[in-house]
Antibody, heavy 118, light 108 residues
Framework: QVQLVQSGAEVKKPGASVKVSCKASGYTFTSYGISWVRQAPGQGLEWMGWISAYNGNTNYAQKLQGRVTMTTDTSTSTAYMELRSLRSDDTAVYYC???????????WGQGTLVTVSS | SSELTQDPAVSVALGQTVRITCQGDSLRSYYASWYQQKPGQAPVLVIYGKNNRPSGIPDRFSGSSSGNTASLTITGAQAEDEADYYCNSRDSSGNHEVFGTGTKVTVL
């Protein structure tokens, strides 16, 4: 069965960076993209960007351009999302999700809470 | 601010029908997908494409689209359908994805 298992919760200080991992299993990793979505406490879902696990092509949300980097390691079927220059409003649960064709997200990770606090 | 607008909250009597709408210019060109999210849980895909349900999603969930509005209909709402629902599609440029503002569904 398809599973996406994310790394554990993180606490970071403002200005630091965080790197969240998402390990995929149960399907051919390079046949699908991975999207990242975040949700601030009590707020809605925010699309952060997408990466092709086939060729590494990326597409980032404009508001995060320059601060976010998405990568994959095909040898371990793992996707990564790094966010730099963290601010308090980056405090959120971060999700990875499998993206079959850029139009929907069919399997989701369990989420990773990132807390940014001094 | 999101380019896809949803009503913040709707309520439905047990066993009745509720329609959740999502409005945005990009919906004239792109389908919406719909996600159900219960407190403390990851979102779950319930509808994608023209009107497709993933395996395991009950057939009381259906999707439709007209003009700049996409709709998710729950026919015969059950207590377990109480959740937040989000639409997702492309933004007006077509280059990025965007989520709707979300609708909280209460089953009375």
């Amino acid at each position: 069965q398809v599973q996406l298992v994310q790394s554990g919760a993180e606490v970071k200080k403002p200005g630091a960076s965080v790197k969240v991992s998402c390990k995929a299993s149960g399907y051919t990793f390079t046949s699908y993209g991975i999207s990242w979505v975040r949700q601030a406490p009590g707020q809605g879902l925010e699309w952060m960007g997408w990466i092709s696990a086939y060729n590494g092509n990326t597409n980032y949300a404009q508001k995060l351009q320059g601060r976010v980097t998405m990568t994959t390691d095909t040898s371990t079927s793992t996707a990564y999302m790094e966010l730099r220059s963290l601010r308090s409003d980056d405090t959120a649960v971060y999700y990875c999700a499998r993206d079959p064709d850029g139009d929907y997200l069919d399997y989701w990770g369990q989420g990773t809470l990132v807390t940014v606090s001094s | 601010s999101s380019e896809l607008t949803q009503d913040p909250a709707v309520s439905v009597a047990l066993g009745q029908t509720v329609r959740i709408t999502c409005q945005g210019d990009s919906l004239r060109s792109y389908y919406a997908s719909w996600y159900q999210q219960k407190p403390g849980q990851a979102p779950v895909l319930v509808i994608y494409g023209k009107n497709n349900r993933p395996s395991g999603i009950p057939d009381r969930f259906s999707g439709s689209s007209s003009g700049n509005t996409a709709s998710l209909t729950i026919t015969g709402a059950q207590a377990e359908d109480e959740a937040d629902y989000y639409c997702n599609s492309r933004d007006s440029s077509g280059n990025h994805e965007v989520f709707g503002t979300g609708t909280k569904v209460t089953v009375l």
